[in-house]
């Protein structure tokens, strides 16, 4: 189900982008687009795994980062962003946002 990519930057280092279900709750979206910066690619995947998202892998390079995605992840200070997937290629008007903003969990009332 997962569909994502990456791109070598000129420096060596790389830029994954993986096509995610949401790990929100239900009323989250269904898929997420999670971009990381990285040394590798293991390390990419491996940042993800120690946020608690154990089950991400990257196979094949079928929906590798946009030059504008790689341009918002190199621009954000933790390298690690998402936004809601989009469907059918129509890619939505939408800010990209930290991790931290998706891991977080909501307060119980």
């Given at each position: 189900?997962t ?5 070598k ?5 790389v830029?994954?982008?993986?096509n995610?279900?949401?790990?929100a709750?239900?009323?989250g979206?269904s898929?997420?687009r ?12 491996t940042?993800?795994?120690n946020?608690?998202m ?6 094949g ?6 030059p504008?995605?790689i ?13 809601t997937?989009p ?5 939505a ?6 991790i931290?903003?998706l891991?977080?969990?909501?307060t119980?009332?």
């Amino acid at each position: 189900m997962t569909a994502g990519g990456f791109c070598k930057l000129p420096n060596g280092r790389v830029v994954v982008a993986l096509n995610l279900p949401s790990p929100a709750t239900a009323d989250g979206p269904s898929a997420v687009r999670v971009l990381v910066h990285a040394q590798n690619r293991a390390r990419a995947l491996t940042r993800l795994r120690n946020l608690g998202m154990r089950a991400v892998y990257l196979r094949g390079n079928a929906a590798p980062p946009t030059p504008d995605e790689i341009t918002a992840v190199l621009h954000h200070p933790d390298g690690l962003i998402w936004r809601t997937a989009p469907d059918n290629g129509v890619t939505a008007l939408e800010l990209w946002r930290p991790i931290k903003s998706l891991l977080r969990r909501p307060t119980p009332a």
